[in-house]
C-alpha cells in the first residue's frame, strides 16, 4: 500500500529534550516536505527537500532541523523543544511540483511541549 | 510570497443540497489549484486539481477555475453528512518549491 507513514503519533515531551520525529514514504518520491498546523493559521511549511541531500527553509523553519539521507525518509529533529512548537505535525511527499503532481500526507504527529 | 485566501465558516447546509466553497489567490502566475478535504485530527486527503480555465468534474464534486478573476471554486453536490469537514485550498508558489494553503472552510452538513 503506498503510503507516508510518521512516528510517533503522539508526544508528550518538556522544554529542551530533544526529539525526532521520522517520515517515511514508499513511492519513490523525489520530493519530501514537513507543515506545522496550527489553529486559526493553517498549514505551514517548515522545511521541504526536492530530492537527497537536497533540503531548504520553508515558511516557518526556526527551530527545527531535517535531514535526507535516503530517498524514502525525511525525519525533522528538534534540536531544544519550546512550548510555541507544540503542534499537529504533518510530513508529506510527491513525485514533484509539477502541475498535476499530488502532495500525500502522513497521518501527523501531534506534539505538546510542557 | 503568494496568499490564498478562503472564508473560515462554517458553512451549514442541509442534506442533499450543493455546497458552495470558495477560494481566491494572489499570485496571478499560478498555474496548479488543489483542493484537499481534512476531517478533524485527520491529516488532508487530495480531492482533485485543475489546472485549466473552466470546470473539471469528479463525481459528486466539481471545481472550478477562473485565472482572469484568480478564483477557484469546488462544488459539491448531493451533499451527504460525511462531507463535513474542512476543506483546504492550495496552490504552487512561484518557485515551485512549496504548497501554499489557505486557512480551510469548514462546512457542515446536517441530515
Known amino acids: 500500500e503506498a503510503q507516508v507513514t510518521q512516528n510517533p503519533r503522539y508526544l508528550i515531551t518538556v522544554t529542551g529534550k530533544k526529539l525526532t520525529v521520522t517520515c517515511s514514504q514508499n513511492?519513490?518520491?523525489?520530493?519530501m516536505s514537513w507543515y506545522r498546523q496550527d489553529p486559526g493559521l493553517g498549514l505551514r511549511q517548515i522545511y521541504y527537500s526536492m530530492n537527497v541531500e537536497v533540503t531548504d527553509k520553508g515558511d516557518v523553519p526556526e527551530g527545527y532541523k531535517v535531514s535526507r539521507k535516503e530517498k524514502r525518509n525525511f525525519p525533522l529533529i528538534l534540536e531544544s523543544p519550546s512550548p510555541n512548537q507544540t503542534s499537529l505535525y504533518f510530513c508529506?511527499?510527491?513525485?514533484?511540483?509539477?502541475?498535476?503532481?499530488?502532495?500525500?500526507f502522513g497521518p501527523g504527529t501531534r506534539l505538546t511541549v510542557l | 510570497q503568494k496568499e490564498v485566501e478562503q472564508n473560515s465558516g462554517p458553512l451549514s447546509v442541509p442534506e442533499g443540497a450543493i455546497a458552495s466553497l470558495n477560494c481566491t489567490y494572489s499570485d496571478r502566475g499560478s498555474q496548479s489549484f488543489f483542493w484537499y478535504r481534512q476531517y478533524s485530527g485527520k491529516s488532508p486527503e487530495l480531492i482533485m486539481f485543475?489546472?485549466?480555465?473552466g470546470d473539471k468534474e469528479d463525481g459528486r464534486f466539481t471545481a472550478q477555475l477562473n485565472k482572469a478573476s484568480q478564483y477557484v471554486s469546488l462544488l459539491i453536490r448531493d451533499s451527504q453528512p460525511s462531507d463535513s469537514a474542512t476543506y483546504l485550498c492550495?496552490?504552487?508558489?512561484?518557485?515551485?518549491?512549496?504548497?501554499?494553503f489557505g486557512k480551510g472552510t469548514t462546512l457542515s452538513v446536517s441530515s
Open positions: 513511492m519513490n518520491h523525489e520530493y
Open positions: 508529506a511527499s510527491s513525485q514533484g511540483l509539477a502541475l498535476t503532481d499530488t502532495q500525500y
Open positions: 492550495a496552490v504552487h508558489n512561484q518557485a515551485g518549491t512549496a504548497l501554499i
Open positions: 485543475i489546472y485549466s480555465n
